[in-house]
């Protein structure tokens, strides 16, 4: 069974485009974090929920927008795709202040 | 606020060379540090990890010391494989509800037949 799930592995899509990244877990954690790698492999924090609440919220433009309906599932949403928001998008999971686990990544491909 | 710098990439190696990969860091409060891997095409998977000083994590023949002296946690392997081609991230993450992890840039392993 996969511990922290994706979908899509692969987006590729418009400038100016909405679309959605769905994440998943099935370990029971209480904590979920979005994570983007960017072409140079470098990873940073987006954000985080801790029992469905917004609990980290980095520089990241407004136009990305977490929901977390239920403390398994923390979905990505990005109005007004820019060029710039091509990436690897990493879901993890924890239980708090414990070790991280992560989802495989979507790649989003902005044309 | 929270810094991880790893040494320079890319690095190359021969099989069963030694390998010696850099970290330090900079934190607020008293960090766990980790060493995470993604092999090619997949995501991230904690190699070993280190919550004390003086904690050593190991695993699959990786180690690496908690030095709170010098504030590292050098990954080291006394004999690398192919299959150990990847690219290895050092991490920081301070207890607490916001326990985020804060990476350095992450370093490309390839090692040679």
């Known amino acids: 069974d996969t511990a922290v799930s994706q979908t899509p592995k692969y987006l590729v899509t418009q400038m100016g485009n909405d679309k959605s990244i769905k994440c998943e877990q099935n370990?029971?954690?209480?904590?979920m974090y979005w994570y983007k790698q960017d072409s140079k492999k470098f990873l940073k924090i987006m954000f985080s929920?801790?029992?469905?609440?917004?609990?980290i919220n980095e520089t990241v433009p407004n136009r990305f927008s977490p929901k977390s309906p239920d403390k398994a599932h923390l979905n990505l949403h990005i109005n007004s795709l820019e060029l710039g928001d091509s990436a690897v998008y990493f879901c993890?999971?924890?239980?708090?202040?414990?070790?991280?686990?992560f989802g495989p990544g979507t790649r989003l491909t902005v044309l | 606020g929270d810094s991880v710098t790893q040494m320079e990439g890319p690095v190359t190696l021969s099989e069963e060379a030694f390998l010696t990969i850099n970290c330090t860091y900079t934190?607020?409060?008293?960090?766990?540090l980790f060493w995470y891997v993604q092999y090619p095409g997949e995501g991230l998977q904690l190699l070993l990890k280190?919550?004390?000083?003086?904690d050593k994590g190991s695993n699959k023949g990786f180690e690496a010391t908690y030095r709170k002296e010098t504030t590292s946690f050098h990954l080291e392997k006394g004999s690398v494989q192919v299959s150990d081609s990847a690219v290895y991230f050092c991490?920081?993450?301070?207890?607490?509800?916001?326990?985020?992890?804060?990476f350095g840039k992450g370093i490309t392993l390839s090692v040679r037949p």
């Open positions: 280190a919550t004390k000083a003086d």
């Open positions: 991490a920081l993450s301070v207890a607490g509800a916001n326990s985020k992890l804060t």
């Open positions: 929920y801790n029992n469905k609440e917004l609990i």
């Open positions: 993890a999971s924890s239980q708090t202040s414990q070790e991280q686990f």
């Open positions: 370990l029971g954690h209480d904590t």
């Open positions: 934190a607020t409060g008293y960090p766990s």
